[in-house]
């Protein structure tokens, strides 16, 4: 089993900033493909950005595409999100998520990650 564990959500008004930390524990962290998603009051969850095992293969979803950035520090365990320009409609609780292997596409999907962690909330005031 592999522990998840989110932190650094919050309130901040729009055109602010945010940054998520995830720490995993309980197995190899850098044998895990990570992700993030986020799931809005009666919406379904949503790819938000995933990181293959080293840092140098990133890929987000169309909504953050240029705002958001995921990077992560194996020798900490640990997976970041970084949000620039926020909006009212990136409000949602976000989850990160591992997997020990999945394609690129799949990578997009909730069902294909194994582990996850209990979510933090993230709201942006207009």
């Known amino acids: 089993q592999m522990q998840l564990v989110e932190s650094g959500g919050g309130l901040v008004q729009a055109g602010g900033s945010l940054g998520l930390s995830c720490v995993g524990s309980?197995?190899?962290?850098?044998?895990?493909?990570m992700g993030w998603f986020r799931q809005a009051p009666g919406k379904e969850r949503e790819f938000v950005a995933s990181?293959?095992?080293?840092?140098?293969?990133?890929y987000y979803g169309d909504l953050v595409k240029g705002r958001f950035t995921i990077s992560r520090d194996n020798a900490k365990n640990t997976v970041y999100l970084q949000m620039n320009s926020l909006k009212p409609e990136d409000t949602a609780v976000y989850y990160c998520?591992?997997?020990?292997?999945?394609?690129?596409?799949?990578?997009?999907?909730?069902?294909?990650?194994?582990?996850w962690g209990q979510g933090t909330q993230v709201t942006v005031s207009s």
């Open positions: 990181i293959r095992w080293s840092e140098s293969s990133t």
């Open positions: 309980g197995r190899t962290f850098n044998n895990y493909i």
């Open positions: 998520a591992a997997v020990r292997y999945v394609s690129v596409t799949d990578g997009r999907r909730p069902d294909a990650y194994d582990y």
